[in-house]
DNA sequence: TATTGTTATACTCTATAACTATA
DNA sequence: TATAGTTATAGAGTATAACAATA
């Protein structure tokens, strides 16, 4: 084990193996991204999986649940519990689609969309915590980056 | 929902909401690096946590289970979980530390740190076809961005 | 008293297959 | 035949608390 001295100096540092791995820094980044903002959407009652659904729904496009599964990376039966949590809240609405009666267009309510705006200010203060050691350029780099890998092609 | 032309020229590219949100970014990054990285370690029988332990036990620094689970963001109950199979696979040690007689010191095996080298050669090849967007400059300002985010101070 | 490793347990998340209704 | 939504279920991952050994 590293003694106490070099482990503190170690610890939160990147000079272990793994840390050029791109890999592994985005799976630490995003471990630490995904527990603030699930503690910070807490009070409202929302995860970061149900803020997302709840947003997309509040969006102007008429997204089906099987858009919402492709955009989030999630398994279509999640997202149908996702919905109904929601839904039970009033929250959400599931609206008929006359042009395709398999597909449930999912919408936000007016306290639905009341609520994404509030989560979506709280969550501005706990990303500019995430992102404190990066000024506003290297910010829009880092999504421009980002947006490359998450969105292929 | 949208109609299909429109819904297959957005699926795939981010001009929804969300897709300024870094913690989105992040999270979709990572499921796609995670899903790439889980099936590139398959065949050698590891996947991206074991991968974890294995890599640190195979540096030269002398870490605890308690220094592996701050690193890698896990609860130390479940490094024990992670050390026991590969230590049950011939892969890892835990060696007694004489300074301090409560911690174990996690150190790869020789046939360990040859898997380790297999693997992280395999990994290289998966992690160019998920940066394939990337040149070499923004590999290493990604690399760099994101290392200021998973190891705040 | 505090910390390391460990065990047990419950909870959440994820992946899969099958079913229905519609296309 | 193929697709959207749904249900059920099993497996993986995560979080918590408690305990023995050691500091």
Redesign the interface.
Request: no cysteine; charged share 25%; net charge neutral.
């Given at each position: 084990?590293?003694?106490r001295q070099r482990?503190d100096s170690?610890?939160?540092?990147?000079r272990?193996?793994?840390?050029?791995?791109?890999?592994?820094?985005?799976?630490?980044?995003?471990?630490?991204?995904?527990a603030t903002?699930n503690e910070t959407l807490g009070p409202l009652g929302l995860k970061?999986r149900s803020y997302?659904v709840l947003?997309?729904a509040?969006?102007e496009?008429?997204?089906?649940q099987r858009?919402l599964a492709?955009?989030?990376?999630l398994d279509p039966s999640q997202v149908v519990a996702l919905v109904d949590e929601l839904q039970q809240r009033g929250l959400v609405d599931r609206h008929a689609?006359p042009?395709?009666r398999r597909?449930n267009?999912v919408v936000a309510t007016e306290n639905g969309v009341a609520l994404v705006v509030q989560a979506r200010d709280t969550?501005r203060a706990a990303?500019d915590t995430?992102?404190?050691?990066?000024d506003t350029t290297?910010?829009n780099?880092?999504?421009a980056?980002?947006?490359?890998?998450?969105?292929?092609?």
């Amino acid at each position: 084990m590293l003694d106490r001295q070099r482990r503190d100096s170690r610890e939160n540092d990147a000079r272990l193996p793994l840390s050029d791995d791109a890999s592994f820094l985005l799976a630490r980044a995003n471990a630490l991204s995904l527990a603030t903002t699930n503690e910070t959407l807490g009070p409202l009652g929302l995860k970061a999986r149900s803020y997302s659904v709840l947003a997309l729904a509040a969006s102007e496009d008429r997204l089906s649940q099987r858009d919402l599964a492709s955009y989030l990376r999630l398994d279509p039966s999640q997202v149908v519990a996702l919905v109904d949590e929601l839904q039970q809240r009033g929250l959400v609405d599931r609206h008929a689609n006359p042009q395709d009666r398999r597909t449930n267009v999912v919408v936000a309510t007016e306290n639905g969309v009341a609520l994404v705006v509030q989560a979506r200010d709280t969550l501005r203060a706990a990303e500019d915590t995430l992102l404190a050691a990066l000024d506003t350029t290297e910010r829009n780099t880092l999504a421009a980056l980002l947006r490359k890998i998450a969105f292929p092609q």
